[in-house]
C-alpha cells in the first residue's frame, strides 16, 4: 500500500500518495507519486470533505488501486497529527485562514 509523502516547491508543500515500486530497469527511484492532493493545506480539506461523501467523492482511481476509507482516515490524521501511523515524524504546514 502507500504512504503519504510531501514536496516543497515555490515556497508550497504539496502532499502526494505514494508507493514503493522497487528497482525498475532504467530507472533508480524506488517509490511512484500515485495521486497528488494538492498543497498540504488543501488536501486536508479535500480528504476531509472525501470522508464526509466518501461513497461518491472519493477519487475512483484510488479505488481502484485498493484504497479505502480506514486509509483516509489515517492519512487525516497524520495531516492533523504530523505522525504517521508507523510513528515518524510527518511536518505539515497547515495555516489557518484568519477569520474577520
Known amino acids: 500500500m ?15 500518495l505514494t508507493e ?28 476531509k470533505r472525501w470522508l464526509s461523501r466518501f461513497e461518491t467523492e ?7 488501486r485498493g484504497y479505502t476509507k480506514k486509509d483516509l482516515k489515517s492519512w487525516i490524521k497524520t495531516l492533523e497529527s504530523g505522525i504517521t501511523k508507523t510513528g515518524k515524524k510527518f511536518n505539515v504546514e497547515i495555516k489557518k485562514r484568519a477569520v474577520f
Open 20 to 47: 514503493y515500486c522497487g528497482n525498475q530497469e532504467f530507472n533508480t527511484k524506488k517509490e511512484t507519486h500515485v495521486f497528488s492532493f494538492g498543497n498540504s493545506r488543501i488536501a486536508l480539506l479535500k480528504m
Open 2 to 16: 502507500g504512504y503519504l509523502s510531501q514536496v516543497r516547491a515555490g515556497g508550497k508543500q504539496y502532499i502526494y
Open 58 to 64: 472519493f477519487p475512483p482511481e484510488l479505488i481502484e
